[in-house]
């Protein structure tokens, strides 16, 4: 059974460590400005709806764009008229992140603490098999 846990939790760490290299990598080519709210898509998941902003903003060119936000919450997190602070792409202005700690390091963080509790039970359950042994 440790051994599960202890594929997992580096199965996690990998990804954890994926998810921070695009994150980073992104930052590094992103530009911010300010976006407008126009509405909410919906998606279905599981039943039930998800919410993902539509957003419009200017590239520091002055060319408009409107984007649907990868990141959906239910209810709505944002309203029509809401003004987010934007983090774009300027090679694809189409890759957006409403600037926010939660937008950008969620992941990592979720994985990154998964992984370690996963490696944790893994070598303790590892460690109590071999001390009964």
């Known amino acids: ?16 460590l994926v998810t921070l290299a695009r994150t980073r990598r992104f930052l590094s080519q992103a530009h911010e400005t300010q976006a407008e709210v126009v509405g909410n898509h ?13 957003l419009r903003y200017l590239t ?5 764009h409107e984007v649907v ?4 919450s239910n209810p ?13 792409n300027p090679a694809n202005p189409q890759d957006v992140r ?16 998964m992984g370690a509790a996963f490696l944790l039970v893994g070598v303790l359950a590892l460690s109590a098999g071999a001390l009964r042994r």
């Not at 059974?1 to 954890?16: E, H, N, S, T």
């Not at 709505?76 to 774009?88: F, K, S, W």
Request: aromatic share 14%.
């Open 69 to 72: 936000s990868p990141v959906g």
């Open 42 to 54: 919906s998606r279905r998941h599981n039943r039930k709806n998800t919410y993902y902003p539509v």
């Open 76 to 88: 709505p997190r944002y309203r029509e008229g809401d003004r987010v602070p934007l983090l774009y």
């Open 60 to 64: 520091q060119e002055g060319a408009q």
């Open 98 to 113: 409403i600037h926010n700690f939660l937008n950008l390091w969620l992941l990592p963080l979720l994985f990154g603490f």
């Open 1 to 16: 059974m440790g051994f599960i846990f202890l594929a997992a939790g580096i199965a996690m760490g990998v990804i954890c």
